[in-house]
């Protein structure tokens, strides 16, 4: 049960203005509660049992909301950004104005990002103590060591000697590139230190050029989701992820 709320934080929440914005609706009429005109806005009622209208239209109520992004390239993972469009803005169809993301993806790095309101699971899937797995494919250029699976899986330290945890690379294809040496990789990693996947392979020699986040935990990125798509996580894989 979603419990009591008040009026004008259940409007706002549910994106229909400003607080002050809403708080005028209600003043002016617009708004009715189980069909009756409700002009308090600190009228308290259970958004799951009560039905809302504003102008005429019902206001869905959503207390939790869990969307799978596929993040493309430009785009920050932030909720509000002056220079960059942010992850916020690709969910169009969020019912929620407090949606934030799971963790960070570099604004040059594609693939899975969980965007949420759900704070808990948040903190769950990000705990340090938690090792939650993350999948990465990384494109590198350049010559790598060539024991760095053996490298990556007893624990690498990077160039400012920060240590990172055993990692499992599985090299997919190696070739060349306008004369340079290439490599296609699969990376998971158990933790999310910044910049973490290119400082790694830094250290071992090579230049990430590309890299996609394809999996965190047990939340895989559905391969129909184009960059800059969403869609809502279905009733397993939220009960999966509840599992963390």
Avoid: W
């Avoid at 005028?24 to 708004?31: C, D, F, L, M, T």
């Avoid at 259970?46 to 959503?62: I, L, Q, T």
């Avoid at 340079?180 to 158990?190: D, G, K, Q, S, Y």
Wanted: proline residues 5%; neutral net charge; glycine residues 10%.
């Amino acid at each position: 049960m979603a419990g009591m709320i008040r009026l004008d934080k259940f409007l706002a929440e549910m994106k229909k203005g400003t607080r002050s914005q809403v708080k005028e609706a209600v003043r002016k009429g617009r708004v009715t509660v189980d069909g009756a005109v409700c002009r308090s806005s600190d009228f308290k009622f259970d958004p799951e049992v009560s039905g809302v209208c504003m102008d005429g239209e019902p206001v869905s109520y959503a207390r939790m909301e869990y969307f799978m992004l596929n993040k493309p390239q430009g785009v920050v993972s932030a909720t509000e950004d002056n220079l960059h469009p942010t992850v916020i803005s690709l969910i169009g169809d969020a019912k929620r104005k407090d949606l934030f993301p799971v963790g960070r993806l570099d604004i040059d790095t594609e693939g899975l990002l969980l965007i949420t309101n759900d704070g808990k699971l948040a903190h769950e899937l990000l705990s340090p103590k938690k090792h939650v797995d993350k999948v990465y494919f990384a494109k590198v250029k350049g010559t790598l060591r060539e024991d760095i699976v053996q490298a990556f899986a007893g624990g690498i330290t990077l160039a400012d000697q920060t240590t990172v945890l055993p990692a499992e690379l599985l090299i997919e294809s190696s070739y060349e590139e306008a004369g340079e040496p290439v490599c296609e990789a699969r990376l998971t990693i158990h933790e999310g230190k910044f910049h973490q996947v290119k400082r790694m392979f830094e250290a071992a020699g090579g230049q990430v050029v590309f890299l996609k986040r394809l999996s965190m935990g047990p939340l895989t990125l559905d391969p129909k989701l184009k960059p800059g798509e969403s869609r809502l996580l279905t009733g397993k894989e939220i009960k999966v992820l509840g599992r963390v």
